[in-house]
C-alpha cells in the first residue's frame, strides 16, 4: 500500500479501506475506549479500594489494642486496687494539722533519748506541693556519731513519716570536746485536706459520662 492510498481514506469510503487498516483502526478505538474506562472508572475505584484496605489495617490494629486492654483488664483493676490502698496506707502516715505539734514533740523527744543537745529547733514555713503540704524543721543538735545514727534510725522509725535531708556534720568548738555538731532539715509532710475536698467536689460534680 502507498502512501497516497492512506491519505485517500475518509469515513466517506469507510467500506472500501483495506483489511489491514480497519483492524488497526478498530484494535486503536478498543484501546482508547479501554484506557478512557480505566481513568474514569476503574482509577477511581483502585484508589478508594486502597484507602479501604489502609482503614482495615487500621481498624485491625485498634482491635489488637483492644483486645488486648481487655485481656489486661482485671490485672489493670487489681492494680489500682493497690495503687489506691497503698495512697490510703500511705495517707495514714501523714500527720492531720492538728496532730503536728504531737510529731514535732516526737522528734525532738527522739534527739533527747539519743542523748543529743539541740541548739536549734526551728519548724521553717510550711512549703504546700500538689497534694501535699511540706513540713521543714531545721535542726541542729550536738553529739557523736552513735547518738547521731541513733536519732536518725529513731526519726525513721516514727510513725508518722519524716525523713532527714542535707545532713551536715563537723567537728564542734573546742570547749565541747570531741563532740561533733549535726545539722539537718527534717521534714515531715501532712495531707492537703483542702485539696482533696476540692478534688472530691470536682468529682461529685463533674457530669456523668457514658
Known amino acids: 500500500m502507498r502512501m497516497s492510498d492512506l491519505r485517500n481514506l475518509t469515513l466517506d469510503n469507510l467500506g472500501t479501506w483495506p483489511l489491514p487498516i480497519k483492524v488497526l483502526t478498530v484494535l486503536l478505538l478498543c484501546a482508547g475506549?479501554?484506557?478512557l474506562g480505566y481513568w474514569r472508572l476503574t482509577q477511581p475505584k483502585i484508589e478508594e479500594l486502597k484507602q479501604v484496605e489502609a482503614r482495615e489495617i487500621a481498624l485491625k490494629e485498634e482491635l489488637v489494642s483492644k483486645q488486648q486492654k481487655a485481656a489486661n483488664l482485671e490485672v489493670l483493676r487489681q492494680q489500682l486496687a493497690d495503687i489506691r490502698q497503698t495512697m490510703v496506707?500511705?495517707?495514714?502516715k501523714l500527720p492531720t494539722e492538728t496532730?503536728?505539734?504531737?510529731?514535732l514533740q516526737d522528734v525532738s523527744q527522739t534527739?533527747?533519748?539519743?542523748?543529743?543537745e539541740f541548739e536549734i529547733f526551728k519548724p521553717a514555713p510550711e512549703q504546700p506541693q500538689e497534694f501535699y503540704i511540706e513540713l521543714p524543721i531545721q535542726?541542729?543538735?550536738?553529739?557523736?556519731?552513735?547518738?547521731?545514727?541513733?536519732?536518725i534510725s529513731g526519726v525513721a522509725g516514727l510513725e508518722r513519716i519524716v525523713t532527714a535531708h542535707d545532713v551536715k556534720i563537723r567537728p564542734a568548738a573546742a570547749d565541747k570536746g570531741d563532740k561533733l555538731i549535726?545539722?539537718?532539715t527534717a521534714k515531715t509532710y501532712r495531707y492537703d485536706e483542702g485539696e482533696?475536698?476540692?478534688?472530691?467536689?470536682?468529682?461529685?460534680?463533674?457530669?456523668a459520662t457514658k
Open 33 to 35: 475506549v479501554l484506557g
Open 89 to 92: 496506707e500511705m495517707r495514714q
Open 99 to 103: 496532730e503536728v505539734p504531737d510529731l
Open 111 to 116: 534527739g533527747l533519748a539519743a542523748g543529743l
Open 139 to 151: 535542726v541542729r543538735v550536738t553529739g557523736n556519731y552513735h547518738q547521731f545514727g541513733t536519732f
Open 182 to 184: 549535726m545539722e539537718t
Open 196 to 207: 482533696e475536698a476540692a478534688a472530691d467536689n470536682a468529682q461529685a460534680t463533674a457530669p
